[in-house]
């Protein structure tokens, strides 16, 4: 059964005149008449009862009619749904984000966006970074907003958007305080809150003991909200991407020699057809004022 077939059944079973029905299907009679006789084939028996001014549904006509009608409605549906979400009138962009960046940076982002394509609907899905890659790789997400301290599989397209550095978090009455830089030195045997989500850490910490420097871990937690407010009650020092920092009661302080970066990217799965909200979505972002130079446009 072709949605042709479909399509002339039903609205011949409107007008119930097969030259009206030609017309209103842009095709000659003929070509109708065959593709209601093929379906008869198909179905069994005669649709319609052809008589001198008189065309009318048979009793298989009538039993298959609401079945036909029903298919028609639903192909016409989805090619209305898929017109609207080519043209962005109405579509829906899953968009995956780090647990570790700081939400105020997406968070203008996705305001532009809508309100440049006010019809699409957003779905926000965070978690870790390795979530995120897998989830992209799954297409469960359409895009993603990810940074790791290693190269992302090629199996992805990256665009960078920003570098964001590094930097220790304190409270207010820590002796650190007072200095306008931290140098790594001055984290020798330092409290710390751990951020345990943390892509960056195992590196860094990795770099800092090789230089003699080791951290005195006090606290772990998998939420940034947690590790900031055990920082500003005192426990320890933190270190954090600077736009993750959300918490206007505690001190930032850039860490120098050595000075730690990552580059965020937007990622998407490479030869993987998208729609058109993904493009709107990379071109917005494109566009958008990020904190740090954008490199994709240096």
Known sequence: MEMQQVRYFVTLAQVLNFTRAAELC??????????????????GGPLFHRERGNTHLSELGRMMEPYLATIHDQSCAAREHAKAVSTLEKATLTIGAMCTIGPQLITELIIRFRTAHPNVDLVMVDGGAPAMIEKL???????AVVGVPDELPETLHQLPIFEEPFVIVLPPNHRLVAHNLVRAAELHEEP???RSNC???????KDLNSRGIFLRKVFSSTRDDWVQGMIK??????????YAVTDPDLVVRPLVEPAYSRTIYLATVRGRPHSAAVGAFVQEARRYPWPVKDKAAA
Do not use: D
Request: glycine letters at 8%; proline letters at 7%.
């Open 233 to 242: 009650a005192g426990l320890g020092l933190g270190f954090f991407p600077e």
């Open 137 to 143: 790789e799954k297409g469960e997400l359409e895009i």
């Open 192 to 194: 710390y809150v751990s």
């Open 199 to 205: 892509e960056v850490f195992a590196p860094v910490r």
């Open 26 to 43: 842009n095709v000659s009679q003929p070509a109708l008449t065959r593709a209601i006789q093929q379906l008869e084939n198909e179905l």
